[in-house]
Nanobody
Framework: QVQLVESGGGLVQAGGSLRLSCAAS????????MGWFRQAPGKEREFVAA????????YYTDSVKGRFTISRDNAKNTVYLQMNSLKPEDTAVYYC?????????????????WGQGTQVTVSS
């Protein structure tokens, strides 16, 4: 079992920045890759970014490349999502999740444990 708690969401103007955190507890943190997903009202949950077990490899969806940075601190059992140059279309509930099975990091079905989500709202 893994418990995930996201924090750091909020309301920000377009062009601003936020840093999301996801604190994990339960199973050893370094046994799973981590991902961030988001879900806007009326839309399906979509992949945003992922980081490998060690933190050495990262993956991003095209719409956030160059603006978002995912990282993990294995000593603190925490994964982060630094979001810069935010746009109104980034508005969504953001979720972190543990990747439990091999395969593409963008496939939502490969993730098992999910946090409760944190709201990010970007005003124009």
């Amino acid at each position: 079992q893994v418990q995930l708690v996201e924090s750091g969401g909020g309301l920000v103007q377009a062009g601003g920045s936020l840093r999301l955190s996801c604190a994990a507890s339960g199973r050893t943190f370094t046994t799973y890759a981590m991902g961030w997903f988001r879900q806007a009202p009326g839309k399906e949950r979509e992949f945003v970014a992922a980081v490998s077990l060690s933190g050495g490899t990262t993956y991003y969806t095209d719409s956030v490349k160059g603006r978002f940075t995912i990282s993990r601190d294995n000593a603190k059992n925490t994964v982060y999502l630094q979001m810069n140059s935010l746009k109104p279309e980034d508005t969504a509930v953001y979720y972190c999740a543990t990747k439990e099975r091999s395969g593409s990091y963008a496939l939502i079905g490969l993730y098992a444990y999910w946090g409760q989500g944190t709201q990010v709202t970007v005003s124009s």
